[in-house]
Structure formats: structure tokens, C-alpha cells
């Protein structure tokens, strides 16, 4: 099973540039989310989708942008990267409980961004 | 908001020895659920266990085993007969049931643990 993907696994960026980070998954899960990872703080939630078509932000969505055109893929958009977004990124999703089941959340093995 | 702390920068245990993990949380609801997440150097994040807050009984899943108290909103790991490849950072993570579809999880800022010989 692929699971969740991400693409690239690591990127330089030039400060200004715009690019997209990859995310497909092939589990039919509703739940999509971004989240960044910094040194001392954890992973912090940037934007998540609850279904083809429906977006919403986080706790950290400046600079970033989503869309979610179909159920597998949900990029995340850097417009013009800054330095203060070098940072490791990882997208994960999960099926929507119904009722009080817990699902549990898939993480893609992260994207290693480094903004120059 | 619903806060997750984790208090223990860096942990180190001896192989074989057993280590606790601690986490406190912050939250006004009653129905949510508990996570510990593993990641390793590969920064692949593997849920190592889960608890639900209406379950009385603490999750266990093989040497990992968790020390669940509702009420002090407390959530620590024990790993038992540590060996060298639960060398890794370790999440504490939080999910509130009642948001729904939207529920999103929150994360403490790690501990990083080292099992040395």
C-alpha cells in the first residue's frame, strides 16, 4: 500500500520563489492536513480539507495556500517563500469518524524545505 | 484552545531499563482522544499508541503503555525493556471528538529520547 505521499522529499528555494508541495493519497480518506515541523515547536497545523472541495486554515496558514479538487491529492502552495518558512512539512490523512470511532492519521515521510 | 505540553526536552535510558514519557494537556471537553507519535531519524511519524478519554482502562500495546489520569489531564508513555530502536522523538498529541469532521490534532513540541548500551 503507497499510503500517503509526498514529492519532493527535499527542496531549495531562492527567497520570492513559488512551488508546490505534493500530496496523494490512495486510502479514500476524507480528512487531508498540512502541518509544519520546526525545532522546539512541534507540528503545527497550516490548512486542512474535510473533502473534495472544502478548505480551511489552521493554526499557521499565512503564506500558504491549498485546494483539494479531488478525494487523493491536496497541495500546498508556497507563493513567495520566505525564509521563515524553512521548515519540514507533512501532510497526513484519515477517514471521518463516524459516531465516536477513532481513526487514526497517516503522515507522508515529509518534505524538507530550505528557503535561501 | 486545547494545549499539549511536553516538559522533557531529551530523555535517556539504558537498553533494557524502563523510561516514562510525560505529557499534560489543557482542554474544557470531556470526549477526546490521546496519541503518542514516534519519529524516528527516517521523520517518519508512527503512532505507537491511542487512548480515548471515556475509557477508564489505560492502553497498552505491546512494551509501550500509557498512565492515562483523566482528571490531572495526564497522559505519560512507558516504554518497558527499552532497546536501541525506540531511540527517537516522541509526540504527545491531542484530538477533540466533539468538532467532528473537523477535528483536527495538537501536538506537544517532542521529547527526544536516547537508549544507550
Known amino acids: 500500500n503507497a499510503g500517503v505521499t509526498q514529492t519532493p522529499k527535499f527542496q531549495v528555494l531562492k527567497t520570492g520563489q513559488s512551488m508546490t508541495l505534493q500530496c496523494a493519497q490512495d486510502?479514500?480518506?476524507?480528512?487531508m492536513s498540512w502541518y509544519r515541523q520546526d525545532p522546539g515547536m512541534g507540528l503545527r497545523l497550516i490548512h486542512y480539507?474535510?473533502?473534495?472541495?472544502?478548505?480551511d486554515q489552521g493554526e499557521v496558514p499565512n503564506g500558504y495556500n491549498v485546494s483539494r479538487s479531488t478525494t487523493e491529492d491536496f497541495p500546498l502552495r508556497l507563493l513567495s517563500a520566505a525564509p521563515s518558512q524553512t521548515s519540514v512539512y507533512f501532510c497526513?490523512?484519515?477517514?471521518?469518524?463516524?459516531?465516536?470511532?477513532?481513526?487514526?492519521?497517516?503522515f507522508g515521510q515529509g518534505t524538507r524545505l530550505t528557503v535561501v | 484552545a486545547q494545549t499539549v505540553t511536553q516538559s522533557q526536552p531529551e530523555m535517556s535510558v539504558q537498553e533494557a531499563e524502563t523510561v516514562t514519557l510525560s505529557c499534560t494537556y489543557d482542554?474544557?471537553?470531556?470526549?477526546?482522544?490521546l496519541f503518542w507519535y514516534k519519529q524516528p531519524p527516517s521523520r517518519q511519524m508512527i503512532l505507537v499508541i491511542r487512548q480515548e478519554a471515556y475509557k477508564q482502562q489505560n492502553a497498552t500495546e505491546n512494551r509501550f503503555s500509557v498512565n492515562f489520569q483523566k482528571a490531572a489531564k495526564s497522559f505519560s508513555l512507558k516504554i518497558s525493556d527499552s532497546q536501541l530502536g525506540d531511540a527517537a522523538m516522541y509526540f504527545c498529541?491531542?484530538?477533540?471528538?466533539?468538532?467532528?469532521?473537523?477535528?483536527?490534532?495538537?501536538f506537544g513540541t517532542g521529547t527526544r529520547l536516547q537508549v544507550t548500551l
Open positions: 497526513a490523512s484519515r477517514l471521518v469518524p463516524q459516531g465516536a470511532m477513532n481513526t487514526e492519521a497517516f
Open positions: 482542554t474544557s471537553e470531556s470526549d477526546y482522544y
Open positions: 498529541a491531542y484530538r477533540n471528538l466533539n468538532t467532528g469532521t473537523a477535528s483536527k490534532l495538537t
Open positions: 480539507s474535510v473533502g473534495a472541495g472544502i478548505t
Open positions: 486510502m479514500n480518506h476524507e480528512y
